[in-house]
């Protein structure tokens, strides 16, 4: 594992579990932004320069399976992780999502949720 800081980008509608968010990954030293410009995503942010993209449950399917088709496509090893089952590995240890192949996965498929941290 290198030094660099890892990349999330937050998408969702809620402003305030947006700015929560970022906070939240901001204090454990992530290099986290947020967008609720659902239609923006693709053009304000580059894949390639994120490790993981957190969907919020509020991002409608359609967009939510053709923003991870596409972030796939634009970068094979970018994370996608949907609401709070992505989050969850952060609160613990940001290095456990990097590990598991279950987060390559696009956020909308069935995951079991993580674990709470202790």
């Avoid at 659902?38 to 957190?54: G, K």
């Amino acid at each position: 594992m290198t030094d660099r800081t890892t990349r999330v980008l937050v998408v969702g509608r809620s402003a305030r579990a947006l700015t929560e968010t970022v906070s939240m990954l901001r204090a454990r030293g992530i290099a986290a932004n947020a967008t609720n410009q659902f239609d923006r995503v693709l053009e304000d942010y580059d894949a390639r320069d994120l490790d993981l993209v957190l969907f919020g449950g509020q991002v409608p399917p359609p967009l939510r399976e053709h923003l991870e088709a596409e972030m796939l496509r634009r970068h094979p090893d970018v994370q996608l992780r949907s609401g709070l089952g992505g989050m969850a590995p952060l609160r613990c240890s940001p290095p456990r999502w990097r590990s598991s192949s279950a987060a390559r996965r696009p956020a909308s498929s069935t995951t079991p949720r993580p674990a709470s941290c202790a």
